[in-house]
């Protein structure tokens, strides 16, 4: 029945202006993206390191470890005094992040030269591992006392025993992997080509999910009850959650992107891109809170409290988050 004093023509009316006219006046709407800020500008680095072309950061047994492509080494940083301590020759290039585990530092070597192992106790190369890695992809991580890569360009995902060096397990993907993260008892890997997200159990070596995300997807982390994937097709980040293994909401960065890294910390995700050093996520609200432009981008990592990022092609900085979350 219609409602007292209502003809059927007025019911009508209202039905029309509520569905398919404009929505009612106390809907939520998106909150507008904030303005895009210049990094040099407006944020002070608490450090800034002078290194050259940098590859990717690493954090572990107290230190902050950096590669270097040329010429072919990797800087290691004591976050207490914000000096580099000890330079290591690889003999080789690297070709991406530094990734730690128990008595050992891990560094991608470009092409089929395998991964070196870096006893941090020596600061010495102890071993280069590569049956089984044809062209490793990084990152790598490490958990479940294993230390797992991209192996080949098929989207193999390595697994190994830091113990004896060995490869124990291979889990084939899809071609076009491209990132790692460890968490929640799984390994989670980005395939730029086919935008999905495969999560593999790290106790069975089985693939348990494969999961649709933005477009493109470059990189993922996990951290603050999610799994975060850095799209760079449509610049956005997805929010996966790790118990319904689907995604949850989708955060437009409000800038095109073309590739980059994220990390989880601190109590926000953070973004860099080339172009685009530096966007805080507030994962409360599941907006950008922060966006800052400039000449570097494309490396962002959480250690010792702070935010460390490649402010540009030859520099990196470390940044205090409460002082970026304070800047307005």
Not at 81 to 108: D, E, Q, R
Not at 246 to 258: D, P
Request: aromatic share 6%.
């Amino acid at each position: 029945m219609l409602p007292s004093g209502q003809t059927p023509f007025l019911w009508l009316v209202l039905l029309l202006s509520t569905v398919g006219g404009q929505a009612p006046a106390d809907m939520p709407k998106d909150k507008p993206a904030p303005p895009i800020r210049t990094l040099a500008a407006q944020l002070k680095p608490d450090a800034t390191f002078d290194l050259g072309g940098t590859r990717g950061f690493g954090s572990g047994d107290g230190s902050v470890w950096v590669s270097l492509k040329e010429p072919g080494t990797v800087v290691r940083i004591d976050p207490k005094t914000n000096a580099v301590s000890k330079t290591i020759a690889l003999g080789k290039p690297p070709c991406g992040a530094v990734t730690s585990g128990p008595g050992a530092v891990w560094v991608p070597l470009c092409g089929s030269a395998g991964i070196a192992r870096i006893d941090p106790k020596t600061n010495m190369v102890t071993t280069t591992v590569s049956k089984g890695l044809s062209a490793v992809t990084p990152p790598m991580v490490v958990g479940v006392q294993s230390l797992w890569a991209i192996a080949d360009a098929n989207g193999t995902i390595a697994r190994l025993d830091p113990a004896t060096n060995a490869l124990v397990a291979e889990i084939y993907t899809a071609a076009g992997a491209g990132g790692l993260a460890f968490g929640q008892d799984a390994v989670w890997v980005v395939n730029r080509r086919t935008s999905l997200l495969t999560k593999i159990n790290a106790y069975t070596n089985l693939v348990a999910e494969t999961i649709a995300v933005g477009k493109g997807p470059a990189a993922v982390a996990v951290g603050e009850g999610a799994v975060w994937t850095l799209n760079a097709g449509d610049a956005t980040v997805s929010r996966v959650d790790t118990k319904t293994n689907k995604v949850v909401e989708t955060v437009k960065l409000g800038a095109t992107i073309t590739g980059g890294e994220i990390a989880v910390g601190e109590g926000s995700v953070w973004v860099s891109a080339p172009g685009l050093p530096l966007a805080r996520i507030d994962p409360r609200t599941n907006q950008v809170a922060q966006i800052f432009s400039g000449t570097g981008g494309g490396q962002v990592f959480l250690a010792d409290g702070a935010v460390w990022i490649a402010a540009d092609a030859k520099t990196i900085w470390r940044l205090d988050p409460k002082r970026i979350e304070a800047t307005r």
